[in-house]
């Protein structure tokens, strides 16, 4: 969650930048000239319009411009592209499975017309998500620690050098995974050998 935060942060930022840009009057009439107005208010009503409006007024014309209205298009595009992402590591998250998060029981309601035992995610982002913690340490523990390989890759790296150690990590973490083995075994399989 804190890197979706961190993401919605910088999305706060960009909406704040977005705003200063895109928020501008457009009033120029057709060739962009303010010809049909008296040349001697033309900028003058022009001003009151925007203020009026609480928008900016603008540097010049940009109604044949569209790169205003281009920047908030990339920027929706980038906000679904985290809400969708989101909602991918959730769905994700909630299956059987996996079962590292759920949403909490209401009677009748997300459940499968045709399997009574099943939960359809109804309203997550709304009611919130019961966490299951004892699921994620079992679905980490999977890896029997090999999830942790880059931590003794970097410490035995201090030693051997990057290189060398990736490779020896690598081999013997690959023979840990075919040979059913955990991280404890696969250090001491680099213990033993570089010895």
């Known amino acids: 969650m804190a890197r979706l935060l961190a993401t919605f942060q910088r999305h706060k930022e960009r909406i704040g930048e977005i705003r200063k840009r895109v928020l501008t009057l457009e009033f120029g009439g057709a060739a962009g000239t303010l010809a049909t107005l008296d040349s001697?208010?033309?900028?003058?009503?022009?001003?009151?319009?925007?203020?009026?409006?609480?928008?900016a007024q603008p540097e010049i014309a940009w109604h044949t411009e569209r790169d205003r209205i281009a920047e908030v298009g990339a920027f929706l595009g980038i906000l679904c592209g985290t809400l969708s992402k989101n909602a991918t590591?959730?769905?994700?998250?909630?299956?059987?499975?996996?079962?590292?998060?759920s949403e909490p029981y209401l009677?009748?309601?997300?459940?499968?017309?045709?399997?009574?035992?099943?939960?359809?995610?109804?309203?997550?982002?709304?009611?919130?998500l019961q966490v299951h913690p004892k699921n994620m340490r079992r679905n980490l523990n999977l890896t029997k620690g090999l999830i942790v390989s880059e931590a003794v890759m970097m410490g035995l790296g201090a030693k051997t050098g990057r290189q060398t150690a990736h490779d020896l990590v690598y081999e013997y973490c690959r023979r840990a995974a075919l040979e059913d083995h955990g991280i404890c075994e696969c250090i001491r399989m680099i213990e033993i050998n570089s010895n």
């Open 89 to 101: 590591d959730i769905k994700l998250m909630m299956q059987t499975e996996i079962g590292e998060v």
């Open 107 to 128: 009677p009748h309601r997300g459940s499968s017309s045709i399997m009574p035992n099943k939960v359809n995610p109804y309203k997550s982002l709304m009611v919130g």
């Open 40 to 55: 001697n208010v033309a900028l003058k009503c022009q001003a009151e319009l925007a203020r009026e409006l609480q928008l």
